[in-house]
């Protein structure tokens, strides 16, 4: 009998288990299955920060939610519609947060007294009526998986290790998800384990049968493809785009891409990724310590090559010290920081965006540098060629603040057009530049561009403009080693004019406006566009007005900003933080921007900066 | 001088139309260490011998940290980089390795090298990188103005050790030896014709080269190596390593092998001196050929380019899971 498909404009699918239950793979391969479809779609990985926390316990759930649409859509979600949990704890850990009259589609293997325990439930709530406001369905997936592969001779073991796809097969069921990527991905991943492939395969084809034949869903649903722009899409993720703008812009500006790099979380992705691309001339150095990687990554500069340094805010602590260095040689250097939660050690898996200030001043001296950040997954590629831009252009490292939710987070992006990427001209000296007044010709390392301040980048290699650079004070022009005070004044002055400068080359922030009547401006950075977005459109459907504008740069800031900020009766800036863009807004423009900040190591919700909004326009009209 | 040079470790480094010489090498600025310093007889040596390697002086660099003999690369006419303390060898890594075409000098003392940089320094001894390193070591801190340093005997009495030391020192040589350096030589600041030839055969070297070069502090530590320069007493407490040649100590002798594989040896002559500076080996410890961390990465993107192609962007970026919209949005 044909089972009744009801329509839906979107759904927030929640996956949740131990941390060795498979569950980043099982989103995953869900995302990929929704983006061949066609969806709108975003992504949020949550994950401690133990490998294998104990099994069974709180502290050891990771989670993947998968938002997906039939239209044009910002966030991952805020409540999940469905809760997919494969364990007590992961019941436990989720449940609080899901929207009225969700889905929990629970595995009962594990809900054994000593695991009901262990998670800290002292009733079985799948008995004790305690989910009555959802609809439940209880389903020994593990038992049923095992039975479906028996015949493949695996371990009780590594039988149980398959309930991940038959969760997989029966989501895909659920919802008229396209299987053969998945298929194609198993047969490729397990290549060379064809029991282990057979009895994944198996396992899926299983969960999308069970779902098909039981009684227990009586409904599938479907989410039809969202209409979007014309041009090829991929599924991406912030660190991966963030990774493959490093490699365009060094193809665009013809320098060698050198990564020097340490690992750490969330970064590490970074590493790894450009490590594959040596075909293209990339270098990845995994240093000894978090200032040797970005110490080699600045003798590559100095050497003609796209020096890079890849960390989360731990690192840049470390870094601070070189970063000082470079501002002070004038080299072109590109430093991503991934923020992470902090102080210290922090939250290493969650995501925060408490490093902006670090990234202003965290350096000894008046210490300079441009600071770009990307506020999408898919951005996170032109963020990068921009930050690649303005290094090399001005000869200054930049400062690429992503964040954890990014750099992990996915979402459909359309593949640039390559020939549209900015121009990115290295323009090596290769000549004197300055005629002494007896009529010899030199070469003066700090004779500036008279429009961008930059400096000549004359690499060894080059005949007669050999010269020395270094951490301590130049002379204006010549370079050489001074400690004439008008000099130290006029260079400090002068450096800090050069990070001013980039201005110009940049546009004006453009405001989204689109009555034109609003009183509200909603101002953010980075990684919150996504709900700020989302929450904007809310607010707009219930006929209220709100302006939204969202900085690519952080340093210096667009030309028109301090206008812009004037422009509106009230501005609401939110952040990961406590308030360290809204520090810099009201120290430079002196404009009384209210700041709304969460640091929970998780993005904002479109709907509580949906109530945040709301109430501030109506204080506005009170 | 356009000779191809006999030296594997400025194998790719292009060399000079025409002959140089020490003046050459002499860069504008006016020399600013003490005076009766042990760092101007070195750089004289450095003036002297860099035109002996026939390079193009476009294509050497130096590169320091912090400290008085960190002021080095000012006053050599060739590319040059002043850095922060002890993190030289991290920024010549990077360096050597994106450019095979350049002779990569690293110019640190004691305190830069072994105290602030000493996990740089381990570490690009055991990648063998292609550079050569020059520790002037003058056992106390200068520039700070006469603190110890981690080469300073127990016991010293400095600005910052009013009842002594009581840190036990390194012995650069047995340090670089235990994290398995390639070449690893010590030689004198007053000892010119030595110093030269350890030069030579340090920059003829492929990989890592740890030079080891006793310097005359005149102002905090004055004759801290006196006794090895005294004409008395110095024959009787060098002990001079020659690969191949006999060494004798006393009642014992043997043929210096610089080329053994295992370092254990080496590192039982840099025992030798056991603080007291009785017997004092100079010379070239060890002297090994290995792959170089830079070669072996230049050769993993030569490999990747001829077993995969050149790199493709827009390939890359569309990887193996793409969708196509082919109508706008209604």
């Not at chain 1, 964040?403 to 900015?422: F, V």
């Amino acid at each position: 009998m044909a089972k009744q498909v009801k329509q839906l404009d979107r759904v927030i699918i929640r996956f949740a288990g131990d941390s060795g239950d498979g569950m980043q793979l099982t989103g995953d391969r869900f995302t990929h299955e929704t983006a061949a479809f066609g969806n709108d779609l975003s992504t949020l990985p949550n994950f401690p920060a133990e490998i294998r926390a104990p099994a069974g316990t709180l502290p050891g759930v990771s989670s993947f939610q998968l938002h997906f649409a039939d239209h044009d859509i910002l966030t991952p979600g805020d409540a999940p519609d469905v809760l997919v949990a494969m364990n007590p704890a992961a019941l436990r850990a989720n449940t609080k947060d899901l929207a009225a009259g969700a889905t929990i589609i629970v595995d009962t293997h594990d809900f054994t007294a000593r695991n009901l325990t262990r998670a800290g439930y002292t009733a079985n709530p799948l008995e004790d009526g305690s989910l009555d406001k959802f609809s439940l369905h209880s389903v020994d997936l593990t038992a049923l998986t095992v039975e479906a592969i028996k015949d493949f001779g695996l371990t009780r073991k590594d039988a149980g290790r398959t309930k991940n796809m038959f969760a997989l097969g029966l989501l895909s069921w659920l919802y008229g998800r396209p299987v053969e990527s998945t298929e194609a991905y198993l047969t490729k991943r397990f290549a060379s384990k064809p029991d282990i492939r057979d009895a994944n395969l198996a396992a899926f084809r299983a969960g999308w049968n069970f779902g098909e034949t039981t009684e227990g869903f009586a409904v599938s649903y479907e989410v039809k493809p969202a209409p979007m722009r014309a041009g090829t899409y991929r599924n991406i993720t912030g660190n991966l785009a963030l990774s493959y703008g490093l490699v365009a812009a060094s193809v665009r500006s013809r320098l060698p891409l050198f990564l020097g790099a340490y690992p750490i979380t969330p970064a590490s992705d970074i590493l790894h990724e450009l490590s594959k691309h040596k075909r293209f001339g990339v270098v990845t150095f995994q240093a000894e310590d978090e200032i040797a990687g970005i110490g080699a990554a600045l003798g590559a500069s100095f050497g003609g090559s796209l020096g890079v340094t890849t960390t989360s805010g731990p690192g840049i602590a470390l870094k601070s010290e070189t970063i000082g260095l470079a501002v002070s040689l004038e080299l072109p250097l590109i430093v991503v920081d991934v923020q992470r939660g902090g102080p210290s050690t922090g939250l290493p898996t969650k995501t925060e965006q408490s490093d902006l200030l670090q990234a202003m001043f965290g350096r000894n001296g008046e210490a300079p540098v441009a600071i770009v950040a990307p506020q999408s997954p898919g951005d996170c590629f032109d963020a990068a060629v921009e930050a690649a831009r303005i290094a090399v252009t001005y000869r200054t490292p930049v400062m690429l603040l992503s964040d954890g939710y990014l750099a992990n987070g996915s979402e459909p992006w359309q593949l640039p057009d390559l020939d549209t990427l900015p121009t990115i001209d290295p323009c090596f000296a290769t000549a004197a530049n300055h005629e002494t007044e007896v009529g010899d010709r030199e070469f003066w390392p700090y004779k500036r561009d008279p429009e961008t301040l930059a400096r000549p980048w004359a690499i060894p290699g080059t005949p007669d403009l050999e010269h020395r650079v270094g951490g301590l004070e130049k002379a204006d022009g010549h370079g050489n080693i001074s400690y004439d005070p008008t000099n130290h004044d006029l260079m400090v002055r002068t450096r800090q004019a050069k990070i001013d400068r980039i201005a110009d080359s940049i546009g004006p922030l453009e405001v989204d406006d689109p009555s034109g009547q609003a009183r509200l401006l909603v101002l953010g950075w980075g990684s919150t566009y996504g709900p700020i977005g989302a929450a904007c459109r809310r607010l707009r459907r219930h006929g209220l007005d709100v302006a939204q504008a969202h900085l690519r740069h952080l340093n210096p800031f667009p030309s028109n900003l301090g206008e812009v900020l004037r422009r509106y009766d009230r501005v609401v800036v939110p952040e990961m933080n406590l308030g360290q863009l809204g520090l810099l807004l009201r120290a430079k423009y002196l404009v009384d921007v209210i700041g709304y900040n969460q640091v929970r190591g998780l993005p904002f919700t479109a709907t509580e900066l949906e109530a945040v909004f709301t109430t501030t326009i109506e204080e506005l009209h009170r | 001088m356009t000779t191809n040079l006999p030296t594997p470790g400025l194998r790719d480094v292009p060399t000079a139309e025409t002959p140089m010489t020490r003046k050459d090498f002499a860069s504008d600025q006016e020399v600013r260490w003490c005076p009766g310093c042990g760092d101007y007889i070195i750089l004289a040596a450095v003036q002297g011998f860099l035109p002996t390697l026939g390079l193009r002086k476009e294509n050497i660099v130096f590169v320091s940290g912090i400290g008085c003999s960190s002021r080095f690369p000012y006053y050599l006419e060739t590319y040059g980089m002043h850095s922060i303390h002890g993190r030289a060898p991290a920024i010549a890594t990077g360096l050597a390795t994106a450019r095979p075409d350049l002779s990569v000098w690293v110019v640190t003392g004691d305190g830069d090298a072994l105290s602030i940089g000493g996990n740089h320094l381990i570490h690009a001894l055991r990648r063998n990188v292609n550079l050569t390193i020059l520790l002037f070591n003058n056992r106390i801190y200068g520039l700070t103005k006469g603190q110890y340093s981690p080469t300073s005997e127990p016991g010293k009495i400095t600005k910052s050790t009013p009842m002594g030391s009581v840190d036990r020192p390194f012995n650069p040589v047995s340090l670089a030896l235990g994290a398995e350096a390639t070449f690893v030589a010590r030689t004198l600041d007053s000892d010119r014709a030595h110093l030269t030839e350890v030069l030579q055969a340090a920059a003829s070297h492929r990989g890592t080269s740890l030079v080891e070069i006793y310097q005359n502090c005149p102002i905090f530590n004055d004759g801290a190596f006196d006794v090895l320069k005294d004409k008395e007493q110095a024959e009787a407490r060098l002990v001079r390593l020659e690969h191949g040649k006999p060494v004798r100590i006393g009642e014992r002798e043997w043929i210096h092998d610089a080329h053994a594989d295992d370092p254990s040896r080496a590192f039982e002559i840099s025992r030798l001196d056991d603080g007291t500076m009785a017997h004092v080996p100079i010379g070239i410890f060890r002297q090994v050929e290995r792959p170089t961390y830079d070669d072996q990465v230049r050769s993993q993107l030569t490999a990747a380019a001829s077993t995969q192609g050149e790199g493709d962007l827009d390939a890359l970026i569309a990887g193996s899971d793409t969708w196509t919209v082919s109508h706008a949005p209604s």
